[in-house]
């Protein structure tokens, strides 16, 4: 959901002499250690932006109100038919509601009172918004009638909605913070992390997440240091306090004292150091003791991680997400849009090569600019995501592609399709191919002789059980250990509250991608990891036991990978990877890879 910043002037020194030290414990999803003054998010009702209007402006500020109201009205007739088609009681009580809220959208008292405000006090409309809930929320309670207060939380819904309304153009929330400032908040969802400046954020905490979603990925792939699922941290935090964010050891200490801040400061440069010695990899070739080669990329998420991916020495991009593409706007992008930051991210990687997945939106990934093609879904993860939603909404599976083919001219492009789980859904995305090279054919663009390689993400216990088939309807696999791993333990890799349960060492996770390296081997096709497991350097010689040879992962781990690879011999990584494949318990696993990982270390 859409967060709305909370006003607030923020004084890096404030506070600094209270000398707390108050320590809160969650995951460190992001390594690195960020000092700064904390910026707090709210989300909600309580903290909008309020300002005056000037008065030759008061009756355009109405206008942008009722436009907002005649969004939340369009909005709801759709709930309402798709509420109609439901049976049952449940539906009976939804339609109930939803024409409340339709009433109340109609000329109730919250909507003539905002107006009213808007016109009288001069304040803008959210404001006005807010004040006008807050005195109806107060009068229906002060009647002591148990109807109207349970009217309270229509009136705050339909509030809360126009609030997302009006304040849903202004995304660029986190520009013209101090530098190394922290951002904390209830939740941070994607969207708002593409809006993190890594040159400007320190870091950022939040009470929700978990250390495998979207938030946690982004975090990782543009270096920001942070800490998930951290309750606490609301309470306890001013904006303007000084805070810690240790993104290697889980905390975020609140009010640090000067010795506290002087230790941090010290384990942050011994951090930097570390990275710089391991740039000097660069250029050295991931070839193990004995001599075979692994391919290492990166994975892309925004356009600005191009510099950090050609640093880090990546020898291609393994996954670009083009969900980028999406958020934090209202309209889907055009292909002609697509076309040239596509473009543009294959000619900056000089030659090297590009794997451009289509859309993966849905579960934790949700872009405002399809909003329209997603409904509410009880088990979004299990809903309309990714090739489903290409699949069902044709045009974007088709822009997209157009746009994917139109780029191919400029480098040398790979298409890897998400959540694939059966054979058909290949040969619909093909024969969509088919079409949209017709299309293009048509319009004189010229596509080369070749055109790019499919691939297909294996993120799902079918799916890899199922590689054999898939292996000889596509070109290449990806294996995203991600997705996996939540589809095979039914783990929410996004939520912190079961995080202790989500782990990629699961004996039927290591399986799976066995399964999947040796279909690939047998269809002989190539098979690359690039969820999360590509990027810890404690995984790489299993890895490469288990047969993979090309990895994919956030620019930051990159390094330290390609370190632990030149020092690993394929032998010995296969009978490492063996030794685990015989183990049923995740702790026995875990155990004998990080001996196994100290041995080789000392
Ligand atoms: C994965 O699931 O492992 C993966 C790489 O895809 P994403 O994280 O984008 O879902
Ligand atoms: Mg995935």
Redesign the pocket.
């Known amino acids: 959901m859409k967060i709305n910043e909370k006003n607030t002037t923020i004084n890096p020194l404030a506070n600094l002499t209270l000398n707390q030290d108050i320590t809160h414990n969650g995951l460190g999803v992001s390594a690195g250690i960020a000092i700064g003054p904390a910026h707090v998010v709210e989300r909600g009702l309580i903290d909008v932006p309020e300002y005056t209007i000037t008065e030759s402006a008061l009756e355009l500020e109405v206008a942008r109100f009722d436009k907002a109201v005649q969004k939340s009205i369009r909005q709801i007739q759709k709930l309402q038919s798709k509420a109609s088609v439901l049976e049952g009681a449940a539906a009976e009580e939804l339609l109930y509601l939803l024409d409340a809220h339709l009433q109340m959208l109609r000329g109730s008292r919250l909507v003539r009172g905002v107006v009213h405000r808007i016109r009288n006090t001069k304040n803008n409309a959210e404001a006005s918004v807010q004040a006008e809930f807050s005195q109806i929320a107060e009068a229906f309670s002060a009647m002591g009638d148990n109807y109207l207060a349970g009217k309270i939380e229509d009136v705050r819904e339909v509030s809360a909605r126009l609030l997302r309304n009006l304040t849903s153009a202004e995304y660029q929330a986190f520009s013209g913070l101090p530098l190394g400032t922290i951002i904390i908040a209830e939740e941070i969802t994607p969207a708002d992390t593409a809006l993190m400046d890594p040159n400007r954020i320190g870091g950022f905490t939040s009470t929700l997440g978990g250390a ?1 979603g ?1 938030t946690a ?1 982004m975090a990782r792939s543009l270096g920001l240091p942070a800490v998930l699922g951290a309750p606490g941290v609301m309470r306890t935090v001013k904006a303007g306090d000084i805070v810690i964010i240790d993104g290697v050891r889980g905390q975020v200490i609140v009010k640090p004292s000067k010795d506290t801040i002087n230790r941090f400061k010290r384990r942050r440069q011994a951090l930097i150091r570390r990275q710089r010695q391991l740039r000097r990899l660069q250029r050295v070739p991931a070839i193990t003791k004995d001599g075979t080669a692994v391919r290492l990329q990166c ?1 892309m998420e925004l356009p600005s991680e191009l510099e950090l991916s050609l640093d880090a020495g990546a020898e291609g991009i393994g ?1 670009l ?1 083009s ?1 980028f593409l999406y958020m934090n706007r209202h309209k889907p992008p055009s292909e002609d849009e697509q076309y040239v930051a596509i473009r543009e991210i294959l000619e900056g990687m000089n030659g090297c090569p590009v794997t451009v ?1 289509t859309l ?1 939106i849905g ?1 934790d ?1 949700l872009a405002y600019s399809l909003g329209n093609h997603i409904s509410p879904s009880v088990n979004p993860a299990l809903g309309l995501r ?1 090739i489903r939603l290409s699949l069902k909404v044709r045009p974007l599976l088709e822009t997209q592609i157009a746009a994917m083919l139109r780029a191919c001219n400029h480098g040398e492009m790979r298409i890897l399709l ?2 694939i789980t059966s054979v058909s859904e290949i040969y619909h995305v093909r024969q969509t191919i088919a079409k949209v090279v017709r299309r293009l054919r048509r319009r004189r663009i010229k596509l080369p002789d070749e055109l790019p390689k499919i691939g297909i ?1 294996i ?1 799902t216990p079918g799916a890899a059980i199922a590689s054999e088939s898939l292996a000889q309807v596509c070109d290449f696999f ?9 589809y095979t333990l039914a783990v929410d ?1 996004g939520d912190e509250q079961v995080a202790n349960l989500y782990n990629p060492l699961h004996p039927a996770v290591l399986r799976l991608i066995q399964m999947t390296v040796d279909a690939a081997k047998k269809y002989q096709i190539p098979v690359n990891l ?4 590509a990027g810890n350097p404690k995984y790489s010689a299993l890895l490469i036991g288990l047969g993979l040879r090309n990895l ?1 992962m956030a620019a930051p781990s990159l390094p330290r990978v390609k370190q632990r690879i030149i020092n690993l011999n394929v032998s010995e990584a296969y009978t490492h990877s063996q030794n685990i494949l015989k183990q049923s318990d995740t702790t026995d696993i875990s155990n004998i890879i990080d001996e196994y990982n100290s041995l080789k270390k000392n």
Do not use: V, W, Y
């Not at 990806?478 to 939540?486: A, C, E, F, K, V």
């Open positions: 495998e979207h990925i994975n996954l997400r969900e997945r993966d579960s990934k990714a998400p959540m993400m993120e990806s294996i995203g250990t991600n997705d996996l791993t939540m890799r690039c969820g999360e497991m994919s």
